[in-house]
């Protein structure tokens, strides 16, 4: 499984797609949050956080990480080698797994240059150091907890065709789905009785939950979760392949 890993790892980095990534990712919120004058601008407001990147980055992902992940089985399909990985001594899910884990190193390194925007934030409260590091190491653990789930969305999105374009659109609505569809459906009218429930089901919630500097276990178990049954539906998907 390492060896898959790796492979996809280095597919990532030997191409432009995850610099691309990266550098919109870094580049997108660095306007937001320094350059860009108004309300969402750091120095603007005048008090030491990062509200502006953990508010704006879950919709950069929401692009950017469906299109990281959209060549990840529908390459393999594309260029029929598909049925080569599945000759390997590697179970389905240990593949699935190892290009979820690709998928997931690209989030992580996209989020490690921002820690640059949170010394400088730190060095610019007063006194120094003056803000909330707890809410803002909570905000970083649900991004990359968020970011974990649209990445088996991704993956999932990949393994139903070989259309990379197919994989992006089917990958970006189901992001854009369980982030903000179920706080809309609690919004309606004839559902508000199940406002709640709807709610609680949508990443949202419980990325705004851990943002506050809270770690609950039941948000810990809901990303987990969430990300285990599109791994687990992947798998499904590939193994159907073989029927």
């Known amino acids: 499984m390492l060896t898959l890993l790796l492979k996809e790892f280095r597919v990532f980095f030997s191409s432009l797609i995850a610099y691309v990534v990266i550098t919109v990712f870094l580049v997108a919120n660095g306007l937001f949050v320094w350059v860009f004058p108004g309300e969402m601008n750091l120095l603007d407001v005048g008090y030491a956080n990062l509200d502006t990147m953990f508010a704006l980055a879950p919709w950069l992902y929401l692009f950017l990480v469906p299109a ?42 996209s989020l490690v240059p921002t820690l640059l925007y949170f010394y400088s934030v730190y060095q610019l409260g007063s006194p120094v150091g003056n803000l909330d590091a707890g809410a803002i190491w909570g905000s ?27 994989a992006f659109v089917l990958g970006l609505v189901g992001c854009f789905l369980l982030y903000s569809g179920f706080e809309y459906l609690g919004q309606m009218e004839s559902l508000r009785s199940f406002q709640n429930g709807f709610i609680g089901l949508g990443i949202q919630e419980h990325y705004h939950s851990i943002s506050r500097g809270i770690i609950d276990s039941r948000d810990l178990v809901y990303f987990v979760s969430v990300v285990m049954i599109f791994l687990l ?11």
């Open 68 to 109: 990281v992940c959209m060549r990840l089985f529908a390459d393999e399909q594309k260029a029929g080698t598909m049925e080569l990985l599945l000759t390997r001594p590697l179970s389905d899910m240990k593949i699935v797994f190892a290009k979820y884990l690709a998928g997931l190193l690209v989030v992580f390194f």
């Open 233 to 243: 539906m992947t798998r499904m998907v590939i193994q159907s392949r073989k029927w």
């Open 140 to 166: 970083y653990i649900g991004l990359f907890l968020l970011g974990a789930v649209y990445v088996s969305i991704g993956v999932f999105a990949s393994s139903l065709t070989e259309n990379q374009v197919v």
